[in-house]
């Protein structure tokens, strides 16, 4: 059996990227056959406690496992516990209790780890997020998503773990499937069609919706082909919300759902050109590859995450730094549609990887995963 530490995402009223993250890796074990317990953290009791049926349902919006999938008991024995989740702040148990906790109940503990983001992004939460990433070096099994994020752990354990590393650390990349929905293939557009751009993320200055702004103003005072973009997104900065508000009442060619569901989202990208994710920071990238995964090509920030997304084909890097690269890459897809075609053609010969693969591959690392 599997323990799924799953407290915040049973109960957010968002569906960010974690939270895809662990309800289509749920999905996926449950699919495969594995039993799985919902843990949640329990203030009062000081305990982890098995999800109710309140917060089984929730699990489930957003194309997550069914509130049957789940098991009705603790794990016994010899389990493991996930952590997709980030175990920080003063609302979840600390770390060295979670360690405790899988050697009193002969329990193995594994982790996703994302990114190290928060530590030159997050303000307060950067205390939090270096005792999380302490804490990592002492679960048995640690899975970064990409490259990038594994360099980071890394680097933050030499620094502050002096000889007591615990963990067996790999690199485990994330499935590029939005959980229950086929794959797509790439569909031609009329050569001189307005581009429609389509943006993922939540509002926030790291996703960097400044320069894509910017860069939208210039196409539309210079470029006779009018272009226009759909912003989708939780409002998660008051500043960037009314960057994206001042945008629109100046009459920018933008539209932003930040309530999307699933269904939604994919209507969004069915209706899209081109998804752009000029982000400046990313441990992973997943809608990047939700894009490929649904046939849009993505022009993508240059950090060093994002590069590894963009590897196999099907995107565009440029500098996001600055707007003006990212209009000028804007403005010769929408020019010059014979490079789009190429993107089109590399997504459609690239080799994409679904939440059931990752969910093996999980499996595998766990079973190879010494006591």
């Known amino acids: ?171 485990l990349p994330l499935a590029a ?43 539309e005072a210079h470029d006779a082909l009018r272009t226009s973009l759909q912003l989708v997104g939780w409002p998660n900065d008051p500043r960037v919300v009314a960057m994206v508000q001042r945008a629109q009442q100046r009459g920018l060619p933008l539209a932003w759902d930040s309530e999307a569901d699933d269904e939604a989202l994919l209507r969004h990208y069915q209706a899209c050109d081109l998804s752009v994710y000029p982000s400046l920071e990313e441990g992973f990238g997943l809608p990047v590859l939700e894009s490929l995964w649904l046939g849009k090509p993505c022009v993508v920030g240059h950090a060093p995450a994002l590069q590894e997304q963009a590897q196999g084909g099907g995107c565009v890097v440029v500098n996001t730094n600055s707007w003006q690269p990212l209009a000028e890459a804007l403005h010769s897809l929408q020019r010059q549609p014979l490079q789009l075609q190429r993107l089109q053609a590399q997504l459609a010969d690239r080799q994409l990887r679904s939440w059931a693969h990752y969910a093996h591959a999980l499996l595998q690392r766990m079973e190879a995963t010494q006591p």
């Open 177 to 219: 499937e939005m959980a229950g929905t086929p794959r797509q293939r790439p569909e031609s557009r009329p050569p001189s069609a307005p581009l429609k751009l389509l943006s993922v993320g939540s509002l926030e200055p790291r996703k960097n919706h400044r320069r894509l702004l910017q860069a939208l103003a210039w196409l």
């Open 1 to 171: 059996m599997i323990g799924i530490y799953c407290h915040h995402t049973s109960r957010f009223s968002r569906n960010t990227g974690i939270q895809r993250c662990l309800r289509a890796t749920a999905r996926a074990l449950a699919e495969q056959g594995v039993h799985l317990a919902p843990l949640v953290w329990s203030p009062q009791a000081k305990a982890l406690a098995l999800a109710d049926l309140q917060a089984r349902q929730h699990l489930a919006a957003w194309s997550g496992p069914p509130q049957e999938a789940w098991c009705h008991r603790m794990p016994p024995a010899g389990s493991w516990l996930l952590v997709v989740e980030l175990i920080s702040g003063p609302h979840h148990p600390t770390q060295p209790w979670l360690r405790r906790l899988a050697d009193r109940q002969g329990w193995r503990l594994a982790a996703v780890f994302h990114d190290a983001i928060p530590l030159a992004w997050g303000g307060h939460a950067a205390q939090h997020h270096r005792a999380y990433m302490r804490g990592l070096g002492d679960y048995d099994l640690v899975l970064a998503t990409s490259a990038t994020s594994r360099a980071a752990l890394e680097s933050f354990w030499q620094q502050h773990l002096h000889g007591s590393l615990r963990a067996q650390l790999h690199t």
